[in-house]
């Protein structure tokens, strides 16, 4: 049976010295100058490694937030394929108290010129803390709707698939809609999906219908009725 690793237990076995937090001015942005020789030399446990040290931090301190993006997938069953940062979801007025938090522990915190998250760097990993998910403010329902699951071995809120999946999904746009990269995801939470609550919250948004119809053509979800098209 595995054994799953508390807060205590992470600072000693893996805590801040091992994990080396990046220090220094926080309004310098991200360092670039971590030693390779203390990274993890996998860069998906990389990203693991830092999603445990933030979240740990944010449920010490109390803070309401989940996690998002690709580590969600991860937690929910999907295949250990990380993308280049890690996600959380945060409430637009804790950023502050978060970002305060983040910095009293050795983290950099910087605000980027998208006014919708702010960034931080642990284990030389890029760190979002979104407070706008498609855009629409990050809420406390949102977040209430979050499971705690396991993210290799460290417990904390993630991002139901439901919502998950339509924070992918109602952001496409003219601009962005890259199908490709939400398929994946689809196709490994799909039974776990309310895709009718999906679809409600899009509304008649085209790219989110195309993606619907794309889905469909490729079983990934039931076609739906024709009285409702």
Known sequence: MTQHADDDALEQAAGVAELRLATGDPDLGPPYDVPAEDLPLDRNQAILQATKQVGSILKRRGHLFALAGSVAVYAHGGTQNLQHDVDFAIRPEDAESVAETLREAGLVVYEP???????????????????????????????????????????????????????????FSEHHCDFGAVLPIARTLREKVDWDRVRRACGDEPMPDAFFYFLERLDVIAPRPKEDR
Do not use: N, Y
Not at 143 to 168: G, K, N, Q, Y
């Open 113 to 171: 010129p998208e006014d919708w998250l702010l960034k931080a760097a642990c284990l030389g990993q890029q760190v979002d803390l979104i407070f706008e998910l498609a855009h629409q403010p990050v809420t406390a329902e949102l977040l209430e709707r979050a499971e705690r699951l396991s993210v290799d071995s460290v417990f904390m809120p993630v991002l139901s698939p439901t919502d998950l999946v339509h924070s992918l999904v109602a952001a």
